[in-house]
């Protein structure tokens, strides 16, 4: 762990970039609320505007880059993704439901052998 002055107001610099944006996106939704009163227009100006300057903070902010970085990173790795066709997904989806109702079928028929088991044989009720 190295003691790097840079590096820690950097980082203290960063939260205070992260509070200030934290506030302003909540200055925008009080702002929001406060304005019932007015035109729309305004309201959704406050708001608008608190999120864009939080935005913009965050934007200023090194894990506000490392979050965009990560999202530029996600979309990419999301296109490389191949996408079954329709027909692919239609037959998967028929193995499933296929599953599925094969295994219903066999839960209840063991809760059913159980029953006879339990409740005629051993316990003698009928």
Not at 1 to 10: I, Y
Not at 39 to 66: K, M
């Amino acid at each position: 762990m190295s003691n790097n002055p840079v590096q820690t107001v950097s980082t203290s610099g960063d939260k205070v970039k992260v509070a200030l944006a934290v506030f302003a996106a909540l200055a925008g939704v009080v702002g929001f609320y406060a304005l019932a009163g007015q035109q729309t227009l305004l309201r959704a100006s406050a708001l608008i505007g608190g999120l864009v300057v939080a935005v913009l903070l965050l934007w200023t902010a090194e894990p506000g880059r490392n979050f965009l970085a990560f999202a530029k990173e996600s979309v990419r790795e999301t296109k490389k993704v191949v996408w079954p066709s329709r027909k692919e997904a239609m037959q998967i989806t028929g193995v499933v439901f296929g599953f599925v109702v094969i295994m219903a079928i066999f839960l209840w028929g063991t809760d059913k052998l159980l029953e006879v088991v339990l409740y005629d044989l051993i316990l003698g009720w009928k």
